[in-house]
């Protein structure tokens, strides 16, 4: 049974740098796409983040782009998001995906993934 566990949210200024973690339990990165997915309040849940597990395929939305950094430590099964010069624009509940399968058509659509963690709030202030 996969099981994606965030964490690493919590509050921070304007400017400011967090880092989240997901961890992976009952699956082991391989072939497959694990992503980075938020979602504001009233707003529907949108990609920020996506990398595929055994080539070099990474995406990211427009306004994250220069700011933040997947990537994943495969040594203990996590997906990572480094996440620096924050804006307010960036609160929401982050969630970590994961979906087995080696090609995604649209890789930062949250329709294409089948596993999802609980999530982790991120909260940046002026």
Request: with cysteine; proline share 3%; glycine share 12%.
């Amino acid at each position: 049974q996969v099981q994606l566990v965030e964490s690493g949210g919590g509050s921070v200024q304007t400017g400011g740098s967090l880092r989240l973690s997901c961890v992976a339990s009952g699956y082991t990165f391989s072939g497959d796409w694990m992503g980075w997915f938020r979602q504001a309040p009233g707003k529907e849940r949108e990609g920020v983040a996506a990398m595929h597990t055994s080539v070099p395929d990474t995406w990211y939305t427009d306004t994250v782009k220069g700011r933040f950094t997947i990537s994943r430590d495969n040594a203990k099964n996590t997906l990572l998001l480094q996440m620096d010069s924050l804006k307010p624009e960036d609160t929401g509940m982050y969630y970590c995906a994961a979906e087995r399968r080696w090609s995604l058509r649209k890789p930062l659509s949250r329709n294409e993934y089948n596993y999802w963690g609980q999530g982790t709030q991120v909260t940046v202030s002026s």
